[in-house]
């Protein structure tokens, strides 16, 4: 009689343990959803913002960038006050649609319409540069979730090695360069461009240029992005060799 209530036990005290495991579980929150909710909040959400009520209601140009900036603001205060730290993505958006703002009331020809395009790009590519100068690479905000791919292995490793690895940083930051420098080199071009070739030609080439720096940004950003996972993989394994 006295073993069966002691299994009784036992095998209440295993369900109430797993139980709490999986409440425990349940409740961490997603490492993907982490990352991605605040880009989304500091790019999609102002971007998609100003596209709806620029071509959706017909807001005018400076009015829906100045309405789509209410939300980098705000989380740049917020970041400023309540977190004593600088929100970079949002900080970059607000700083692109003030300058946006801006380019509305510059006029001119046609040359200075298609060289005011550059500036937004400049922009960005500065910003992307100085994020690693200041040591926050700001690419690593979309690098992170690439890499990670939600794991919270993965994101635990991450973490761990931009907090130890000297060589992990280094790739880090590499990633975020090649992005600046590529957006850098789009502006530059299409700048050039804009004073040196037919304003027709310059009408559909600047979106041309664009594209292959996008392009050229996602392949030769490999050189960086093949290292990290590498350097991931081997944290990861060594984390389940410890653990076993």
């Not at 998609?48 to 807001?59: N, S």
């Not at 970079?88 to 009331?105: D, G, H, K, P, S």
């Amino acid at each position: 009689m006295t073993a069966v209530i002691t299994n009784a036990m036992d095998t209440t005290n295993t369900t109430t343990n797993t139980t709490k495991t999986a409440t425990a579980t349940a409740a961490q929150p997603s490492p993907l959803k982490q990352t991605l909710v605040p880009l989304a909040l500091d790019i999609a959400v102002p971007l998609g913002t100003y596209y709806l009520l620029h071509t959706g209601f017909g807001v005018g140009t400076a009015a829906a960038l100045g309405l789509s900036s209410v939300v980098p603001a705000t989380r740049s205060i917020f970041a400023a006050v309540a977190k004593r730290e600088a929100n970079a993505l949002a900080l970059l958006m607000l700083t692109v649609n003030l300058v946006a703002i801006a380019l509305t009331f510059v006029s001119g020809d046609a040359r200075l319409m298609l060289a005011k395009d550059s500036a937004v790009s400049s922009t960005i590519a500065l910003g992307i540069l100085w994020s690693v100068r200041s040591g926050k690479p700001m690419m690593s905000a979309g690098l992170k979730p690439f890499v990670t791919k939600g794991d919270a292995r993965r994101t635990a490793a991450w973490d761990a090695l931009r907090a130890e690895s000297d060589t992990f940083r280094s790739k880090e930051n590499i990633y975020s360069l090649i992005w600046g420098g590529w957006l850098l080199a789009e502006c530059a071009a299409r700048l050039a461009g804009a004073f040196l070739l037919p304003v027709s030609t310059m009408a559909w080439l600047g979106t041309a240029v664009l594209i292959v720096a996008i392009a050229g940004a996602c392949v030769t950003g490999g050189a960086a992005v093949e290292p990290l996972e590498k350097l991931i993989a081997e944290r990861v394994e060594a984390a389940s060799d410890e653990e076993h």
